[in-house]
């Protein structure tokens, strides 16, 4: 079987509900779509989301289409690793993070895709399932929200049965978070387990005094406390707190995660299929951290489902609330049926 075309297409348009987090209004639907056909009649598909910029799909498509499909097209499908090594040479010169790396995972997931339909089975039985269903959290708590408006969505997500819940912190003073932080808890009860992400809003100082906080108001995790790539500041912070630190989601590559599970900054890994490389990046990363005792939580869903299912290290698959006539399984995502990579919903 053999590559023989790349077809991409796009969407951008403005969200209906904009969210709001500590550092951005994400206020986008965009969405860059990649087709890999074969001579085999076989295809294989990849979505990537955009949340900001309308231009940033189209960007994308543009690398897709004529500087990453001429490259892939005649070869073997299978060989998705080989593709991966061909495509970072490639991007090398103009550096292989950013949109580079978004573009290579389109590509990634496509080939997995495209490999689990032509054997017509899930691509989570390819990777070796460790999991039969992922346990949920719902990521509800955005900033533009009041503290009401706080209470009906966390309400929401436990009635729909997820384990616990996420929510936005640093968009205010601490006493803000702390006020928000204790309306939920009070929603979602005593033992449900209840995240805070920041998305990289402190430096150092800040991020130690509010970490102190969350800890005494037993938050489960303390996310992306600060820039991404600040590993030494990750690994001072992880010293110091109790509360594990998550981080991952902003990071390009399985390289950029080396020196963060080797020094101890991170308790909790959390790769973005988009910017980690797709499937195949995100599964060693995942594996990476195994071997380091560190938890794997995916940063959003989707197909992300197929990489967790892999994993013994995995605690969490992230989630918004569920769709109308989804149903979680004693608080977990079943895993696909589908061949490829579908989700369940």
Same mark, same amino acid.
């Given at each position: 079987m053999k590559i023989t075309a790349v077809h991409v297409d796009v969407t951008s348009e403005p969200k209906a509900h904009p969210v709001r987090d500590a550092i951005q209004l994400l206020d986008r639907d965009g969405v860059t779509r990649v087709r890999i056909e074969t001579d085999e009649g076989v295809t294989g598909e990849s979505t990537t989301y955009f949340g900001r910029v309308a231009s940033? @799909?189209? =960007?994308?498509?543009?690398?897709? &289409? &004529?500087?990453?499909?001429?490259v892939i097209v005649g070869e073997d499908p299978s060989l998705i690793r080989g593709i991966r090594e061909r495509l970072r040479e490639l991007t090398d010169y103009q550096g292989s993070a950013g949109l580079s790396a978004y573009g290579m995972?389109?590509?990634?997931?496509?080939?997995?895709?495209?490999?689990?339909?032509?054997?017509?089975? @899930?691509?989570?039985?390819?990777?070796?399932?460790?999991? @039969?269903?992922?346990p949920a959290y719902a990521m509800v708590g955005w900033l533009e929200l009041d503290v009401a408006g706080l209470e009906r969505m966390s309400a929401r997500a436990m009635e729909q049965g997820f384990r616990g819940v996420k929510m936005k912190v640093g968009g205010g003073p601490l006493t803000e978070d702390v006020r928000r932080i204790k309306a939920v808890r009070t =929603?979602?009860?005593?033992?449900?387990?209840?995240?805070?992400?920041?998305?990289?809003?402190?430096?150092?100082?800040?991020?130690l005094r509010r970490g102190r906080a969350y800890e005494d108001l037993d938050c489960r995790w303390f996310e992306e406390p600060l820039p991404a790539g600040d590993t030494d500041g990750h690994v001072r912070l992880a010293e110091k707190l109790d509360i594990p630190i998550a981080t991952g989601e902003n990071r390009y590559g399985q390289a950029a995660f080396r020196d963060l599970l080797a020094r101890g900054g991170v308790g909790v890994v959390q790769p973005d299929l988009r910017r980690a490389g797709g499937v195949t990046d995100c599964l060693e990363i995942g594996l990476a951290a195994a071997g380091f005792g560190v938890p794997y939580a995916s940063h959003g869903g989707g197909a992300h489902i197929h990489v967790l299912a892999a994993l013994p290290n995995t605690i969490y698959? &992230?989630?918004?609330?569920?769709? &109308?006539?989804?149903?979680?399984?004693?608080?977990?995502? @079943?895993?696909?049926?589908?061949p490829g990579l579908s989700a369940s919903w």
């Open positions: 940033s @799909p189209a =960007v994308l498509a543009k690398i897709v &289409e &004529e500087q990453l499909a001429p995972s389109a590509i990634d997931q496509a080939l997995w895709d495209l490999l689990g339909k032509s054997l017509g089975v @899930p691509v989570w039985k390819l990777l070796g399932a460790r999991w @039969p269903a992922i =929603v979602i009860g005593p033992d449900a387990p209840l995240m805070v992400d920041a998305n990289q809003a402190f430096g150092y100082a800040e991020a698959v &992230e989630s918004g609330l569920l769709p &109308e006539g989804a149903e979680l399984v004693d608080g977990c995502y @079943p895993l696909p049926t589908a």
